[in-house]
């Protein structure tokens, strides 16, 4: 009886060790989940920029992403310099569509000639930004694919670098080998840092495809950054990816709205659809170089995205 009593007495100590430190590691995690939630609200409510309108003027009243509609969005990668605004050299319109749980994707290329809206002239379509900022960009573009764009989402390429740095790197899969300034890039996968990213995303005079190869090299680094971002290792460093967002990147996206993404879109973002603009052609006029859109090609590209956003007329 007494070696039994002395069995108990020991399983009764075993169980202090055991709960004691699974306690502290709950209550650490939920601090730490606690820190991380706070410190994501503040990133969102700092990056959160409201566009003076509403909706577009080509959407009736303004998309609800609490009931799963189809919406837009206009990615703008702005090379911003000092005493200078800064032009888009990267403009990618999203339509996402949670029914068909598909997200189609666009890139516009940055010298194409069309209608500037509200600035009454013809020029080169990353030129809106530097004219009007992002609504005059927003309005231009709705005007090209004849789309509504309700959501922007401005990221800073020149420090685009601090993000890029603050996740600890990217791997970029590299299709052709070049070398820009103090840096060189071997074909296939390659692992890059903050500086090499920029030098990376920079280059288009040694690409025979010219800006287009410079477009999709920004969208691996975009792609790479995302994917790198959501690792466990990012995530325990996410003081320095918030402070990365909060300073380089703008959106009219509230947090409830990003709540409402995450929740409602999950699916449709995971699946990606390309469209290439390859049908255009360049030309000289007043010997300043632009991009002439293929008029079948634009219509093409419009109508795909029209079913997408679920727009009849």
């Known amino acids: 009886m007494a070696e039994k009593r002395r069995g108990r007495r020991k399983k009764k100590r075993i169980w202090p060790w055991i709960v004691g430190p699974i306690v502290l590691i709950l209550l650490a995690v939920g601090v730490y989940a606690g820190l991380v939630y706070k410190e994501l609200t503040d990133t969102a409510k700092e990056i959160h920029s409201p566009l003076e309108r509403k909706a577009s003027d080509k959407r009736q009243k303004a998309v609800e992403l609490d009931k799963k509609e189809p919406f837009s969005v206009l990615v703008l990668g702005v090379d911003e310099r000092e005493g200078d605004k800064g032009r888009s050299d990267t403009m990618i319109v999203l339509t996402v569509n949670p029914k068909e749980k598909k997200t189609t994707m666009v890139s516009l290329p940055r010298d194409t000639y069309t209608e500037i809206v509200g600035k009454g002239v013809k020029d080169k379509i990353n030129h809106a930004f530097a004219f009007g900022g992002v609504e005059m960009s927003m309005a231009s573009v709705e005007n090209l694919l004849d789309i509504p764009i309700d959501y922007v989402v401005q990221v800073n390429m020149e420090s685009f670098k601090e993000i890029v740095d603050a996740v600890g790197g990217i791997t970029v899969d590299n299709d052709l080998a070049f070398s820009q300034g103090q840096y060189t890039f071997p074909e296939g996968p390659v692992q890059i ?4 990213a920029l030098a990376y ?3 288009r005079k040694q690409d025979p495809r010219g800006d287009f190869g410079r477009q999709d090299r920004q969208k691996d680094v ?8 959501a690792s466990l290792d990012s995530l325990m460093n996410y003081r320095s990816i918030f402070g990365a967002i909060s300073k380089n990147v703008r959106t009219n996206l509230t947090f409830d709205e990003m709540n ?3 929740k409602n879109y999950r699916d449709a973002t995971r699946n990606v659809n390309q469209i290439i603009v390859e049908k255009g052609q360049g030309q000289k006029m007043d010997g300043i170089w632009y991009y002439l859109m293929n008029d079948e090609e634009l219509d093409s590209i419009s109508s795909q995205l029209k079913q997408q956003l679920e727009i009849t007329s």
């Open 193 to 196: 840092n903050g500086d090499e």
């Open 201 to 203: 995303v920079r280059m």
């Open 222 to 229: 975009i792609q790479g950054v995302i994917k790198k971002g």
């Open 260 to 262: 409402d993404l995450q």
